[in-house]
């Protein structure tokens, strides 16, 4: 059973933990432990609805084969709510804004209703009013979504101009332009990608960098350059939205690609990171080019006129942050357990087919992938992280949500990445301020 979509807002979004393409391996509440191997999804969905736990533990296994253990505080979601949050990354004096953004959500059948572009407009209007010198935005493992929103969410951040290009089947391909003048924010910005970061999330990244607005940093992302529509296979029910609603049968088909204003694209390729941060062993083989029928990479000819802003000479942050990075213990642990799962996972595996053997090897195998997603955290905190001022009233009301409050804040205090990013936007203000 594939996670195939993640409520805005709800407990799973909030916990960054939780991502598309993630397969369910077990649920726990309380003393019941559910697996897809016995139940389907709607006996899950009974079984989530009407249990009196208010805590869940749901075990996933995610894209590198590592098996995560994810606990949750089951809250209502009130349809008013902001679905993206912004939190405040301190250091002495220094604050820099943070907004992690699983995907690029929208309602599909209302398309005047706001997206995600707009709820994180909302957390950076609140987070300038607590005076952040810098954003980073997180689209770690963030698989893509609606293409609009991203293009939105860009808007934020170019003044006006082309976003990008796209080329449809036997048409001339045409630019994708900002209609909206005007930018909401002007400060240092850094957008944090991964291997999982695909799609919308490579269309934002490359804005961002054809524009020289910040720097992408992370490592370099799945490679997805195309777009799709996903229509019924019974084409009757077009004619009717009842009968739309009511049709399970959909095929999803590419109708289009889309390509960087200097003409070429990331499609097989990825986006290449400004700074590049040790990545996850497991993901290359998990990568567009690896699909059976995926589109070669190419390239186009298209005049574009654009005003980008002068691009910054990142050489010496990017020595900074690899100094800092060969320094620091937790890294250090970090490589050393990424080593022992590659190693793990290059290497020719033998199934055991006997029931104990098999268990042993099974275990063994899952305490090696839990020291794994232990070590990209420290032990210590590392970079202090608070609510915005307006979310602090609001998180103070519910004690159930004020509990998961503090895990995110926890999280997000001793996540090795956050801590070296937050780093790299300080010396990037420090430069652009010389």
């Not at 630019?175 to 003048?181: A, E, M, Q, S």
């Not at 992302?221 to 019974?234: E, F, W």
């Not at 029931?355 to 905190?381: C, G, R, W």
Request: overall charge positive; some cysteine.
């Amino acid at each position: 059973m594939i996670i195939s979509y993640i409520e805005p807002g709800g407990a799973a979004w909030q916990s960054n933990m939780v991502n598309e393409g993630d397969i369910l391996v077990s649920l726990k509440m309380g003393a019941l432990i559910v697996t897809p191997d016995v139940t389907n999804f709607n006996d899950i969905q009974d079984k989530l609805d009407k249990t009196s736990e208010k805590k869940i533990s749901i075990t996933l296994k995610k894209q590198n084969g590592q098996q995560k253990t994810v606990r949750l505080i089951k809250q209502k979601i009130a349809s008013t709510e902001n679905s993206v949050k912004g939190y405040v990354l301190k250091q002495g004096n220094q604050k820099i804004g943070y907004i992690s953004l699983p995907s690029f959500y929208t309602d599909m059948r209302e398309h005047n209703l706001p997206g995600c572009a707009n709820d994180v407009a909302k957390e950076i209007v609140k987070l300038q009013n607590d005076s952040i010198k810098g954003l980073i935005i997180d689209l770690r493992n963030n698989g893509g979504g609606s293409m609009q929103e991203a293009m939105n969410l860009a808007g934020i951040f170019v003044d006006e101009g082309p976003l990008f290009i796209l080329k449809e089947k036997n048409k001339k391909p045409y630019l994708v332009k900002d209609i909206n003048r005007g930018s909401l924010f002007k400060k240092p910005l850094v957008v944090m990608i991964n291997e999982t970061s695909a799609s919308a999330s490579e269309l934002f990244s490359n804005i961002i960098k054809d524009y020289n607005i910040g720097l992408v940093v992370g490592q370099t992302s799945y490679g997805k350059g195309t777009a799709q529509n996903v229509i019924p296979l019974d084409t009757n029910v077009l004619r009717s939205k009842s009968a739309s609603e009511s049709n399970t049968d959909f095929i999803k088909i590419t109708n289009s690609k889309f390509y960087r204003l200097n003409c070429s694209t990331h499609q097989g390729n990825g986006v290449v990171p400004d700074i590049e941060l040790p990545g996850s062993p497991g993901y290359s083989i998990y990568k567009e080019n690896k699909e059976k029928f995926f589109l070669a990479s190419d390239s186009i000819v298209k005049k574009v006129v654009y005003s980008p802003q002068p691009k910054a000479d990142v050489s010496g942050i990017a020595t900074k942050s690899n100094a800092r990075i060969k320094a620091s213990e937790d890294f250090k642990r970090y490589f050393q357990s990424s080593d022992s799962v590659a190693h793990l996972l290059n290497s020719t595996q033998k199934i055991a087919l006997k029931y104990p053997d098999y268990k042993t090897h099974k275990s063994q195998t899952n305490i090696l992938f839990s020291s794994f997603e232990n070590a990209s955290k420290s032990k210590k905190v590392l970079v202090d992280c608070v609510n915005n001022t307006f979310d602090k009233k609001l998180d103070q009301v519910n004690e159930v949500a004020k509990e998961f409050n503090e895990r995110i804040l926890e999280s997000i205090k001793k996540d090795i990445f956050i801590a070296e990013t937050f780093s790299i936007i300080n010396d990037f203000i420090q430069q652009q301020n010389k």
